[in-house]
T-cell receptor, first 116, second 116 residues
Framework: KAGVTQTPRYLIKTRGQQVTLSCSPI?????VSWYQQTPGQGLQFLFE???????NKGNFPGRFSGRQFSNSRSEMNVSTLELGDSALYLC???????????????FGPGTRLTVL | AQSVTQPDIHITVSEGASLELRCNYS??????LFWYVQSPGQGLQLLLK??????LVQGIKGFEAEFKRSQSSFNLRKPSVHWSDAAEYFC??????????????FGTGTRLAVRP
């Protein structure tokens, strides 16, 4: 079974631009979560989608948004990029998105975003 | 709110030596605990997980972890380290609010170096 795939793997943008990152979950998985990883803040939860609905959201400004399509693929968008948005953005998928049901998140390789 | 503490930022061990990485969590109920490993430039790979039952959990690559409720700990161990184990290790606790979907809270990570 193919793993979680993320595109693109690397991206360079300038301040003020916007960016869209894509995540394709493992086949059959309906939950997709996004995380931001930076040297200073570590791994931080952005949001989680299930069946095209956002169920959970972390403490990020409204410039960070996401969506999920009917095939469970997900995109996240960052508008008006700032230097501090430079990070590795990780996507994870699971069947139900509910750890209480003994589910597990599997991570993709990430998209490395650099904002100049 | 849940939290995870990994008190050791860097650890260096000799190849063939034993390893223990510490993880302490704070959570109001029974936690769901995970250890992930990240090699440079890569995403996160699940090593093992604890949901319930036996408090000693076996994972991949010869790793194991023991859940100790009285100490709020979930330390990762390996009896004999290989050079290929050099990576960054993350402990995480999963939310169990069934209505809100997955949200992993990660520790700050422990970077493991292996001396030949």
């Amino acid at each position: 079974k193919a793993g979680v795939t993320q595109t693109p793997r690397y991206l360079i943008k300038t301040r003020g631009q916007q960016v869209t990152l894509s995540c394709s979950p493992i086949s059959g998985h309906r939950s997709v979560s996004w995380y931001q990883q930076t040297p200073g803040q570590g791994l931080q939860f952005l949001f989680e989608y299930f069946s095209e609905t956002q169920r959970n959201k972390g403490n990020f400004p409204g410039r960070f948004s996401g969506r999920q399509f009917s095939n469970s693929r997900s995109e996240m968008n960052v508008s008006t990029l700032e230097l501090g948005d430079s990070a590795l953005y990780l996507c994870a998928s699971s069947y139900t998105g509910l750890a209480g049901l003994s589910d597990t998140q599997y991570f993709g390789p990430g998209t490395r975003l650099t904002v100049l | 709110a849940q939290s995870v503490t990994q008190p050791d930022i860097h650890i260096t061990v000799s190849e063939g030596a034993s390893l223990e990485l510490r993880c302490n969590y704070s959570y109001g109920a029974t936690p769901y605990l995970f250890w992930y490993v990240q090699s440079p430039g890569q995403g996160l790979q699940l090593l093992l997980k604890y949901f319930s039952g036996d408090t000693l959990v076996q994972g991949i690559k010869g790793f194991e972890a023991e859940f100790k409720r009285s100490q709020s700990s979930f330390n990762l161990r390996k009896p004999s380290v290989h050079w290929s184990d050099a990576a960054e290790y993350f402990c995480a606790v999963g939310a169990i609010e069934k209505s809100s979907g997955d949200k992993l809270t990660f520790g700050t990570g422990t970077r493991l170096a292996v001396r030949p």
